[in-house]
């Protein structure tokens, strides 16, 4: 499954143009639209995500944030990855659950 079939791939793609310089999640988020998808939507984006099943998004997945979007995409740096686990690590275990995630999304 790939992200394209919650959001729209125009969208995606302006998102990743506003964040080639530095990363706010918030504003991805919104651009990509994100922000106004139910939560089964943000379920199967959370799915994605969590590339190794583990029902838990981790500080490497987060780091390749935004090559689940588009391949050629970067990958975050240090001090943007560490800023968005903190965004969403509400119970501060060091990972990103789903209900975390649609938080943080929906925040």
Same mark, same amino acid.
């Given at each position: 499954?790939?992200?394209?079939?919650?959001?729209?791939?125009?969208?995606?793609?302006?998102?990743?143009?506003?964040?080639?310089?530095?990363?706010?999640?918030?504003?991805?988020?919104? !651009?990509?639209?994100?922000?106004? $998808? +139910?939560?089964? &939507?943000?379920?199967?984006?959370? *799915?994605?995500? @969590?590339? %190794? /099943?583990?029902?838990?998004?981790?500080?490497?997945?987060?780091?390749?944030?935004?090559?689940?979007?588009?391949? !050629?995409?970067?990958?975050?740096? $240090? +001090?943007?990855? &560490?800023?968005?686990?903190?965004? *969403?690590?509400? @119970?501060? %275990? /060091?990972?990103?659950?789903?209900?975390?995630?649609?938080?943080?999304?929906?925040?």
């Amino acid at each position: 499954m790939s992200m394209s079939t919650v959001l729209k791939s125009g969208d995606i793609d302006k998102a990743l143009a506003e964040c080639a310089g530095s990363f706010n999640h918030k504003t991805f988020f919104a !651009t990509s639209g994100l922000s106004k $998808k +139910s939560d089964a &939507e943000l379920a199967t984006v959370f *799915g994605i995500l @969590d590339q %190794d /099943g583990s029902g838990f998004i981790e500080v490497e997945e987060l780091k390749l944030f935004l090559q689940n979007f588009s391949g !050629t995409a970067r990958e975050l740096n $240090k +001090s943007e990855t &560490e800023a968005f686990l903190a965004a *969403g690590d509400s @119970d501060h %275990d /060091g990972k990103i659950g789903v209900d975390e995630f649609k938080s943080m999304v929906k925040a």
